[in-house]
């Protein structure tokens, strides 16, 4: 027997019991972003290498450690590992944002070579929002509500967090970094190998780190929103006005600063209890400077992601409310002379007139009996029945399979109407 074939560690198959979660999760993203009214857009998952260094920073872990590179001839490729810098690149080329604003939405597959565990995968998906051409606090507001509504629409706002924080401009954070360096300077027993690294390439990642001393004595490192340029300190004011208008809780973490190289002012994350040590539900923030960066005319932006995977992970933690509809409404089951035809052309006339349902013809062939096996098994509501007898009197016979009416015997041409009544 040949030797089987197995997915490449980090990168999982969904199965047919799993998706209709992922399938119930993704509805709920996309009705809010259109109901805000975001239009989407989709990017190819491969870019040119050089765009991620650009963007992200080649000093940051994802460029540095965790993507999946290659050549084509001789040009260099990589997956990619986030959607911002491919939607700022696609922009760009085609003069989406060129004097004029753009609300846009995104969902697919990213790719980052790092240890998988629950939560966290090689390949993984995200739905991500981007916003260019408004520099002002409301958007930022906007985004931050936006997602609020997601998390009750899924039924799990009472169990995440907003963390908020302003970063400041280019200039605030170069002079927090030599401030913030010097106190590291002085605790270098503490750094981890990795964090002695970073001390030199990315010092502010440093204040995210895992290491329970070093955090505690962060608390007496200097802060940078004490660092922060006068607009920088007036955009996270009015955007904090804006979110206590609207009741929206939130803890300004002054430690927040997020991963990638290109975040200015305004950097929030969503996060939760509920999965353990992957408590990142959403996060992102503005980055004013990367359109310019990388090659476009100067324009704002602003974003931010969410994982799916722990968005779902999370509603089957917390909510036990959901229901999620069957894969199958109605199946025809069938046998005798003319069955065969007089089935799928039931079936056909069904999904034609009513489409909205779902219906499954048996296909199998077998005895009523192992058919309405496969019937119950289904999660129909109904089942519709043709034998000899049907064939020959133009009739059908529903069968309630979820218990409730008795079954009946309807002329052919009264099935639309009945099932269109009873659903």
């Keep these: 027997m040949a030797k089987t074939i197995q997915a490449i560690r980090g990168m999982n198959d969904c199965s047919p019991t799993e998706s209709p979660l992922w399938q119930w999760v993704e509805g709920k993203v996309r009705s809010?972003?259109?109901?805000?009214?975001?239009?989407?857009?989709?990017?190819?998952?491969?870019?040119?290498?050089?765009?991620?260094?650009r963007a992200?920073?080649?000093?940051?872990?994802?460029?540095?450690?965790e993507m999946y590179?290659?050549?084509?001839?001789?040009?260099?490729?990589?997956?990619?590992?986030?959607?911002?810098?491919?939607?700022?690149?696609?922009?760009?080329?085609?003069?989406?944002?060129?004097?004029?604003?753009?609300?846009?939405?995104?969902?697919?597959?990213?790719?980052?070579?790092?240890?998988?565990?629950?939560?966290?995968?090689?390949?993984?998906?995200?739905?991500?929002?981007?916003?260019?051409?408004?520099?002002?606090?409301?958007?930022?507001?906007?985004?931050?509500?936006?997602?609020a509504r997601l998390w009750k629409a899924l039924g799990i706002f009472e169990h995440v967090t907003l963390q908020l924080n302003s970063i400041g401009s280019l200039e605030a954070r170069q002079n927090y970094r030599a401030a913030l360096v010097a106190f590291l300077q002085q605790h270098t027993d503490l750094l981890s190998e990795e964090e002695k690294e970073r001390l030199e390439k990315n010092p502010l990642r440093i204040l995210d780190s895992k290491?329970?001393?070093?955090?505690?004595?962060?608390?007496?490192?200097?802060?940078?929103?004490?660092?922060?340029?006068?607009?920088?300190?007036?955009?996270?004011?009015?955007?904090?006005?804006?979110?206590?208008?609207?009741?929206?809780?939130?803890?300004?973490?002054?430690?927040?600063?997020?991963?990638?190289?290109?975040?200015?002012?305004?950097?929030?994350?969503?996060?939760?209890?509920?999965?353990?040590?992957?408590?990142?539900?959403?996060?992102?923030?503005?980055?004013?400077?990367?359109?310019?960066?990388?090659?476009?005319?100067?324009?704002?932006g602003v974003g931010f992601a969410m994982g799916l995977e722990r968005l779902v992970l999370l509603v089957q933690e917390v909510n036990q409310t959901i229901s999620l509809p069957s894969a199958v409404d109605i199946y025809v089951v069938y046998q005798g002379e003319g069955a065969t035809l007089a089935a799928f052309q039931l079936a056909e006339m069904l999904r034609s007139e009513l489409p909205a349902l779902r219906v499954m013809t048996h296909c199998s062939g077998g005895n009523f009996k192992k058919q309405f096996k496969r019937a119950d098994k289904?999660?129909?509501?109904?089942?519709?029945?043709?034998?000899?007898?049907?064939?020959?009197?133009?009739?059908?016979?529903?069968?309630?399979?979820?218990?409730g009416a008795e079954q009946q015997t309807l002329a052919l041409s009264d099935i639309v109407a009945y099932i269109k009544n009873n659903f």
């Design 378 to 403: 289904s999660g129909a509501t109904f089942a519709l029945v043709i034998g000899e007898s049907e064939v020959k009197n133009q009739q059908v016979v529903v069968k309630h399979l979820l218990g």
């Design 32 to 53: 809010v972003l259109q109901n805000y009214g975001y239009s989407e857009v989709r990017m190819p998952v491969v870019e040119s290498t050089p765009l991620f260094a």
């Design 211 to 300: 290491n329970q001393a070093l955090q505690e004595a962060l608390n007496d490192a200097p802060k940078l929103l004490d660092y922060l340029d006068e607009d920088s300190r007036e955009h996270f004011a009015q955007l904090c006005v804006l979110l206590d208008a609207v009741g929206i809780q939130y803890e300004v973490n002054p430690k927040l600063v997020r991963g990638l190289d290109y975040y200015n002012k305004t950097v929030f994350e969503w996060v939760t209890t509920a999965l353990g040590a992957q408590g990142t539900v959403c996060g992102g923030g503005r980055y004013d400077g990367l359109v310019e960066q990388l090659g476009g005319h100067a324009t704002t």
């Design 69 to 147: 590179t290659f050549w084509d001839n001789d040009e260099q490729l990589t997956l990619r590992p986030e959607g911002t810098a491919g939607c700022v690149r696609a922009a760009i080329e085609h003069g989406w944002i060129y004097n004029q604003e753009q609300r846009l939405w995104y969902m697919g597959p990213m790719f980052r070579h790092e240890r998988p565990q629950k939560g966290r995968y090689r390949q993984f998906h995200q739905a991500g929002v981007e916003v260019f051409g408004i520099p002002n606090p409301e958007i930022d507001a906007e985004l931050i509500m936006l997602t």
């Design 56 to 65: 992200i920073g080649e000093v940051t872990d994802v460029v540095s450690k």
